[in-house]
């Protein structure tokens, strides 16, 4: 496939303001940056989860092995330190939860 462009190089100097990918490393010696900037309203985000896909993948956690293990685990006495979290829903539902995130088992259905 081609394309019709030319590039032409500019000296760092002649371009004012110089982009991010010209500047030198050194020069942001200094400058404080800003960790986990998101550029959209917090309101704008979902934090629901339809309960009939809840349901389906609670069910789906009790038959798969990955799953069992980390049950398995998470009912060991010995104090470890653990990604997985088990945290109970409703109607006395059991969900496992990996480094903060629902785990979905690997099904195709889900």
Do not use: P, R, S, T
């Given at each position: 496939?081609?394309?019709d462009i030319q590039l032409?190089?500019?000296p760092g100097k002649t371009m004012i303001p110089?982009?991010?990918l010209s500047r030198r490393h050194d020069h942001a010696v200094?400058?404080?940056e800003k960790e986990?900037?998101?550029g959209l309203p917090e309101e704008l985000f979902i934090r629901l989860l339809d309960l009939d896909l809840q349901d389906a993948v609670v069910m789906g956690q009790k038959e798969d092995s990955m799953a069992?293990?980390?049950l398995e685990q998470l009912q060991d006495p010995a104090p470890q330190p653990m990604k997985w979290?088990?945290?109970e829903g409703p109607h006395d539902s059991k969900c496992l939860?990996?480094?903060g995130k629902m785990y979905v088992p690997d099904d195709l259905d889900l």
């Open positions: 496939m081609d394309y032409q190089h500019k110089a982009d991010a200094g400058i404080e986990d900037i998101v069992l293990e980390a979290q088990l945290e939860f990996y480094n």
